[in-house]
């Protein structure tokens, strides 16, 4: 049995911090690369960043310097640690697992960056 889920979300003003947990199951993070998504109203996905089963990191141009994926083995998470949030951030953060069989997908948790 797979299950993502992501917890963390709210509302935040800019400049702010928020950290967001994708708590697993069933998923071998040694056979996967773990990615975060968002999608904001009215765009398309847009793919975050990633981490690949070796430590490796990427992350898209407008979050670069300001986000920090990582990983906790023994607690089966996924992190996504954001700082100096800003309005155009507000979006429905989702963790995603891939391997070579397959994506998995959780529900998502919004973020909403207002003042």
């Known amino acids: 049995q797979v299950t993502l889920g992501e917890s963390g979300g709210g509302l935040v003003q800019p400049g702010g911090s928020l950290t967001l947990s994708c708590a697993t199951s069933g998923i071998t993070f040694s056979l996967s690369t773990m990615g975060w998504y968002r999608r904001a109203p009215g765009k398309q996905l847009e793919l975050v960043g990633f981490?690949?089963?070796?430590?490796?990191?990427d992350y898209a141009d407008s979050v670069k310097g300001r986000f920090t994926i990582s990983i906790d083995i023994t607690k089966n998470t996924l992190y996504l640690q954001m700082n100096s949030l800003k309005p155009e951030d507000t979006a429905v953060y989702c963790c995603?697992?891939?391997?070579?069989?397959?994506?998995?997908w959780g529900q998502g948790t919004q973020v909403t960056v207002s003042s």
């Open positions: 981490i690949t089963p070796g430590g490796t990191t």
């Open positions: 995603n697992a891939r391997n070579w069989s397959r994506n998995y």
